[in-house]
């Protein structure tokens, strides 16, 4: 058609192989942009470090980040969640933690992303005491949970059998006008379920509105 690719259509590109899982696709088109003169900017890469973190190649997201700086590239807080994730998928909640911390110096602001990310390592790590001080911190840096961050600290109570403070978790959501789904009840049940607190899991089963039931039985999925 004799239209050269641009920076923009090259964006788009490995946006949509990083969507669709294909991280092999955008490490290829992000390799390739030089050799066409386009050199690759925060949304490149950001794109190409999400495709790692969805194709579970966690090291090749770190390697990506770190480049960044080599070819004085900024990365932004896609960038760093991204990795922080990708860290959380590899089960190296040292590493999330350590993206986290690094942020500021880089000049980076943290948000609910990025922090939900480092709880949901913390999680899958058992390391349900950090998962509570990260989301406690968000709270005092004034930085609004959502129902992700609530969910994996419920997760890393309810894998620790903290089953006081899965529902202490649970019942502060309203508070914050945050609406539990089927994942936070089921976690908080889980949780019960561990602490043989069996009279508590069927009083949240009891108290789970119709609208999440339903939906649980149209999709046929089970709690657990």
Known sequence: MRIAPSKVSYNAAISACSKGGQWQLALSLLSSMPDMKIFPDEI???AAIGACERGGQWQLALSLLRSMSV??????????SAAISASE???HWQLALSLLSSMPG??????????SAAISACEKGGQWQLALSILSSMIGMKIVPDEISFNAAI???????????ALSLLSSMPGMRLTPDVLTYSSAMGACEK??????????????????LAARKESNGSWR
């Open 155 to 165: 997760r890393a109570c309810e894998k620790a059998g903290q089953w006081q403070l």
């Open 195 to 212: 602490g043989g607190q069996w009279q508590l899991a069927v009083s949240l089963l009891s108290g789970i509105p119709d609208p999440l």
């Open 44 to 46: 490149s890469d950001s």
């Open 106 to 115: 880089m000049r980076i602001a943290r948000d609910t992303i990025s922090y």
């Open 89 to 91: 998928k590899g089960g």
């Open 71 to 80: 070819m004085r590239v900024i990365p932004n807080q896609i960038s760093y």
